[in-house]
């Protein structure tokens, strides 16, 4: 992975965030911990949202959209990603659906040049009460717009 500063890579759809990665973030081997693929998505993930006014302060009814929980998370490694420094995620909506929604994803190297590993993310969004699936906002559905990659005939 390099050590360099990195000019933000473009997506044509989507998003790419740049994120960190800490020595705790290692294995034995030095490298990236299988396990915290999934936490770099997360803090790719949430600041997205975060800064479009999506973000949880303590109170589920003030930002409902980030009441949700994962259903499943795939991923297929593809090339360590080795020691610390900066990681590129492109993540972007697969599918938004009424009450759920599939991100895909993609860890780079900052120069885009590596893919690291690839995969899916699937939530739900839930009522804070009774714990079922209930439906996205519509700010939660306007945000998501921005995420949607392509369809081949709208591309």
Request: overall charge neutral.
């Amino acid at each position: 992975m390099s050590h360099t500063t990195v000019e933000r890579q473009a997506a044509e759809f989507g998003h790419v965030a740049h994120v960190p990665v800490h020595f705790d973030d290692l294995d034995a081997m030095g490298l990236l911990h299988n396990a915290r693929y999934a936490v770099l998505l997360e803090r790719a993930l949430t600041p997205y949202w975060a800064e479009r006014g999506v973000v949880f302060r303590g109170d589920v009814h003030a930002a409902p959209d980030v009441f949700h929980a994962v259903r499943e998370f795939t991923i297929t490694y593809q090339a360590p990603v080795t020691g610390v420094g900066t990681v590129a995620v492109h993540f972007w909506l697969e599918r938004f659906g009424t009450s759920s929604a599939q991100y895909a994803f993609e860890f780079r190297s900052v120069d885009g040049a590596t893919v690291h590993a690839r995969g899916t993310r699937s939530i739900v969004r839930l009522d804070p009460a009774t714990l079922r699936p209930t439906a996205w906002t519509e700010v939660g559905r306007a945000i998501a717009t921005t995420l949607l990659r392509p369809t081949p005939a709208s591309a």
